[in-house]
């Protein structure tokens, strides 16, 4: 499903944060090709969850590490999953007719505007489906997500691209919300869109 608003601003902080922090969660804690798939020791068998007073013969049974490391992998999944369906909510909403109307009667803002204020947005998008795809993929055949990061993370120094264009961007909005009545209009209605969940155009921008 998508995000409410207060997902959308928690998570997203910064992108390239968002798949550093991801790779960094996964590959610390598991090594599919080389980690043996055991039942967890030490502290875990001491908690209290292992201990039940009605039934006590009865012990909980620690999470394999190959149970561990598939929900880890569900929840990078659905992370991601959420961060597309945003994506796709700034270009659906805002890009596309802003874009579409470039050249007509019922322009907003011209190509260089439109241009200046969603850098890279569609490659970023196209990014993210493809990398959402292989992560999907590496789940149902039980390999391994560290090699879908390592495959996919010179790709994503487009967020490089995209941070330096950044600063520009909000820039760009904000002038044209001031001299641009249409393009005001424009932002106030797409707020109030419901795949929007009331979140304004520099929010989208800066959480792509």
Request: charged share 30%; hydrophobic share 35%.
């Amino acid at each position: 499903g998508r995000m409410s608003g207060q997902d959308l601003i928690s998570f997203h902080e910064d992108p390239e944060d968002h798949h550093r922090r991801s790779s960094t969660y996964i590959l610390s804690l598991y090594d599919s090709d080389n980690r043996d798939h055991h039942e967890l020791r030490g502290d875990r068998r001491a908690s209290l969850l292992d201990f039940d007073p009605i039934f006590p013969s009865i012990e909980q049974k620690p999470e394999t590490s190959s149970e561990l490391k598939a929900k880890a992998m569900q929840e990078i999944i659905d992370t991601e999953k959420s961060y597309v369906a945003a994506l796709h909510v700034l270009q659906e909403v805002f890009l596309i007719p802003l874009r579409n109307r470039i050249n007509t009667k019922n322009q907003i803002i011209s190509e260089e505007e439109v241009k200046a204020i969603f850098p890279f947005v569609d490659v970023i998008i196209s990014l993210n489906e493809t990398f959402l795809q292989a992560l999907q993929d590496t789940l149902s055949r039980e390999g391994s997500i560290g090699d879908v990061f390592m495959q996919h993370k010179d790709y994503f120094k487009v967020y490089l691209d995209y941070g330096n264009m950044y600063n520009k961007s909000i820039e760009t909005v904000m002038k044209l919300r001031k001299k641009n009545s249409n393009f005001d209009t424009f932002l106030e209605e797409c707020r109030k869109n419901t795949k929007t969940q009331r979140l304004q155009l520099p929010d989208y921008v800066r959480h792509c």
